[in-house]
């Protein structure tokens, strides 16, 4: 399938904040919108969040909706983008990490990138889950109870996972790529803190 009607028709939640890195929300929003979907940045505050410039502020960014009226029905997967503030607020927001919850309860792919698996230990979906992260996020990661590895990109049953902004153009491939399979059944099953020992993660690393 041609890589603009990948995702035709779908719709893409982007969960943000201010302190979100621009470069980890705007570069994979456009890969996404180049495939056909159609994205949103849901957020707790509206009208436009801070964005972030590796070392000082950036643009704004325009809100899309707010998070108080978002729901996960309504999407068909979610990104989760980085920065170290922005997961950092976004984790003591309940509402943001049921949001997050949610998507892994419905068994809907998830990408998340950098800081942003801090979201993935907030909302309890890592257990049992083969991820990467920035590195400072390894121990919590592994004291969650998931397995923490350094690749560039980790997929696993529709949660895709990378590094940093070097990482960007893999991330957007694997992102899509899951993303245009749609449901993926264990997604759910693993999102149960009390059934972990139910699946056995099949996690592929790299680009295929």
């Given at each position: 399938?041609?890589a603009?009607?990948?995702?035709?028709?779908?719709?893409?939640?982007?969960?943000?904040t201010d302190g979100?890195?621009?470069?980890?929300?705007?570069?994979p929003?456009?890969?996404?919108d180049?495939?056909?979907?159609?994205?949103?940045?849901?957020?707790?505050k509206?009208?436009?969040?801070?964005g972030?410039?590796?070392?000082?502020?950036?643009?704004?960014?325009?809100?899309d909706?707010?998070?108080?009226s978002?729901?996960?029905?309504d999407?068909?997967?979610?990104?989760?983008?980085?920065?170290?503030m922005?997961p950092?607020?976004?984790?003591?927001?309940?509402r943001?990490?049921?949001?997050?919850?949610?998507?892994?309860?419905?068994?809907?792919?998830?990408?998340?990138?950098c800081?942003?698996?801090w979201?993935l230990?907030?909302?309890g979906?890592?257990?049992?889950?083969?991820?990467?992260s920035?590195?400072?996020?390894?121990?919590?990661?592994?004291?969650?109870?998931?397995?923490w590895?350094?690749?560039?990109?980790?997929?696993d049953?529709?949660l895709?996972t990378?590094?940093?902004?070097?990482?960007?153009?893999?991330?957007n491939?694997?992102?899509?790529?899951?993303?245009?399979?749609?449901?993926?059944?264990?997604?759910?099953?693993?999102?149960?803190?009390?059934r972990?020992q139910?699946?056995?993660?099949?996690?592929?690393?790299?680009?295929r």
């Amino acid at each position: 399938m041609a890589a603009q009607q990948q995702l035709q028709g779908k719709r893409i939640a982007i969960l943000a904040t201010d302190g979100v890195e621009r470069v980890e929300l705007l570069e994979p929003r456009k890969a996404l919108d180049a495939a056909g979907a159609r994205t949103l940045v849901v957020s707790p505050k509206s009208g436009k969040i801070k964005g972030w410039e590796h070392d000082h502020w950036g643009d704004d960014i325009a809100v899309d909706q707010p998070l108080d009226s978002a729901r996960a029905d309504d999407f068909d997967a979610l990104m989760l983008p980085g920065g170290v503030m922005n997961p950092d607020q976004l984790r003591t927001n309940e509402r943001a990490v049921q949001f997050v919850r949610s998507f892994f309860d419905a068994g809907k792919p998830v990408a998340a990138i950098c800081h942003a698996p801090w979201m993935l230990v907030e909302a309890g979906v890592v257990a049992g889950r083969t991820v990467t992260s920035w590195p400072s996020l390894r121990t919590d990661i592994r004291n969650a109870g998931g397995e923490w590895v350094d690749r560039e990109v980790v997929t696993d049953e529709g949660l895709v996972t990378s590094r940093k902004p070097d990482d960007i153009p893999v991330f957007n491939r694997k992102m899509i790529e899951e993303f245009a399979e749609g449901l993926h059944e264990p997604q759910s099953i693993g999102a149960s803190a009390a059934r972990p020992q139910e699946r056995s993660p099949r996690p592929e690393m790299g680009a295929r």
